[in-house]
């Protein structure tokens, strides 16, 4: 990996991509060091703590809540309108039907999501005015205007900000965002884990080492996930090209452990925690609802029961969306291939739709459980861990992407080099 990084880093076109991606982290990092206009500093502290904003999903969501900044919302918003986007796209004809229009489809859409995060940021940036509402210095209409619009900016320009990562630097924007919160969280998780150390003394120091020990092997079995795939033999036969007969050839078509990766967990905690974002705009809550939202947090079991069965039901989602083995079984037979063993057409559809039920079911269940990891250390310790399963795999992830998206760019420099010569 770092030999990948020297070898990109010599080449002008990506290190420049490289240098654009490390500024856009740079304006990121510090958008969340600027406050809401008319916050009262003092209490933001106390805010957090009562209240326990920096939730593993406002980790995730790229948000900056526990210092209540301008990007407070983050790329959250986005997500969750891309979230609704798709879920769209299968229940609306039209929508549908714009997703294999190719490139321009494509776009369509994405503009649609763009006015969606708009509106929900506003929607969810409304609520966080009114939960905290006596936080601000002076409390009128127009301070909570100004908040509202600063949230929604914030939140607009964070999107702007990842579409600007895909486009001109390295990798997946919205990914590479939520990397850089995490990453910038890392340091809180390691100050929590020292002050148990200094605490506790040798239980303490016990107690770390154990959870170390836990999340090595944990970031290994992360990797072997990552890189897991199937991989379904097919034959070509031959054919005639011109006046002669061009001979058969083998191939084979890889299937991926988890072809969703840590989307299905996205998805799994915007809707977990999608109550609680309601209760913002609840005065009243009520003994009943508080009692919901109790029951739903992940700490709790029926909400970690939840969480892994939304983490296996999105995880089939999204495979169904990306695989579709009826347009693979016809693509393979126009162009000659078959699975042996198996008859092309309908009978290669069947084989492929059970393969990828099946690799899947194996997927959804391990990041199910890695996802369960610092809830579990958390049950086990007593230790709040700011960092394990569901982050770990988002950074793997992500780090493992980027360092395919710079071999294939040092691949393609290569062979611009090959034909320039």
Known sequence: MFKVFAN????????????????????????????????DAVGMKAARD??????????????????????????????????IMQLLTIAIPKLEQLSKE???????????????????????????????????????????LVSVVSLVAGSTFVMWLAEQITAK???????????????SNLPSGIMTLANV????????????????????????????????????????SGKMVGRKQAGSRSSNLPIKVNTSGVISIIFALSLLQFPAQIANFIPNRGETFTKILEYLDMTHPVG??????????????YTS??????????????????IPGIRPGQPTSAYITRVVSRITLVGAICYAVLAMVPIVLQWIFDINVGFGGTTLIIVVGVALDIVKALESQLVMRHYKGFLTE
């Open 8 to 39: 990109s880093w010599k080449v002008k076109e990506i290190r420049e991509k490289l240098l654009y991606t490390l500024m856009i982290f740079a304006i990121l990092r510090l958008g969340t060091l600027i406050a809401l206009p008319g916050i």
């Open 50 to 83: 009562a209240y326990s904003i920096g939730t593993l999903y406002s980790v995730i969501a790229g948000g900056a809540n526990s210092s209540w900044s301008i990007f407070a919302m983050g790329i959250g918003p986005y997500i969750n309108a891309s979230i």
């Open 102 to 144: 190719g490139p321009e489809g494509r776009k369509k859409l994405d503009s649609y999501s763009r006015y969606l995060t708009v509106v929900l940021a506003t929607i969810q940036g409304l609520g966080l005015t009114y939960t905290y509402r006596d936080m601000f210095l002076a409390n009128n209409y127009f301070i909570y």
């Open 169 to 183: 630097g390295v990798g997946n924007g919205s990914s590479m965002v939520i990397f850089i919160n995490i990453v």
């Open 197 to 236: 150390v200094m605490t506790d003394g040798a239980i303490g120091a016990a107690k770390v080492a154990a959870i170390l020990l836990i999340l090595v092997v944990v970031l290994v079995f992360i990797v072997l996930v990552n890189q897991g795939e199937r991989r379904l033999p097919v034959q070509y």
């Open 304 to 317: 970690a029961v939840l969480y892994v069965l939304l983490i296996i039901f999105f995880t089939y989602f």
């Open 321 to 338: 969306i990306v695989i579709n083995p009826n347009e693979i079984a016809m693509n393979m037979k126009k162009n000659g291939g078959f």
